[in-house]
């Protein structure tokens, strides 16, 4: 049996946006994407992908456009209500809730709460309901059955959430590299 291996070459960071673009220039088809994630019961969003080239290099860049940008919070069970109404795939649906998992444990930690009591500002909108999802997707779609990672630069400086100003890397970011040992280099950038 033939396995496929996937390799993110994680110069400047990743994000869920550019985790998809490079599915979809892997050979995802963006129509299998749309109907895929259809599967969820959510709206309210649309899906962009277009040629970009940088310094000579080709890629595809991807969007999650959001028709309205204010989203409730979400706490766990409302996501994994949402995932397992869902018509998606068991093995999506599986790798979506495991995801949402690590991240909810990993908010409990540094917020000192329960899972129940951890509620999704950003990462509970739809635009990353449906990263998350989309990636799942873009995993099952491919038949990829390894994944690794560059070491990830950890840059420096502040972000704006819902909670307020917090440093870069958000404490949760660095609880879920610690919990993975995921490797890690430091970077200048801001």
């Known amino acids: 049996m033939v396995q496929k291996i996937a390799y993110l070459d994680c110069h400047s960071g990743i994000s869920g946006d550019m985790f998809l673009g490079a599915m979809l220039d ?3 088809s963006l129509d299998t994407l749309k109907a895929s994630l259809a599967a969820l019961p959510i709206a309210g969003y649309e ?9 000579g290099i080709r890629g595809l860049r991807f969007d999650v456009v959001m028709a309205e940008q204010e989203q409730p919070a979400r706490h766990l069970s409302d996501i994994v209500a949402l995932l397992k109404t869902s ?3 068991p093995r999506v649906r599986e790798t979506a809730l495991a ?3 690590c991240l909810a444990e990993a908010e409990a930690t540094v917020h000192a709460s329960t899972l129940e009591e951890v509620h999704f500002h950003e990462v509970g909108a739809v635009d990353a309901i449906v990263d998350i999802t989309g990636a799942a997707i873009a995993i099952e779609t491919l038949g990829i ?3 690794y990672a560059s070491p990830l630069p950890l840059t420096g400086g502040h972000v704006q959430t819902a909670h307020g100003l917090l440093p870069v890397p958000a404490p949760a970011t660095l609880e879920i590299l610690r919990r993975v040992a995921a490797p890690w ?3 200048a950038a801001e």
């Open 185 to 187: 280099k430091p970077c």
């Open 87 to 89: 018509l998606l795939p």
């Open 47 to 55: 899906l962009k992908s277009e040629p970009f080239h940088d310094k």
């Open 26 to 28: 892997a050979g995802l």
């Open 145 to 147: 059955s390894q994944l």
């Open 99 to 101: 995801i949402f998992q």
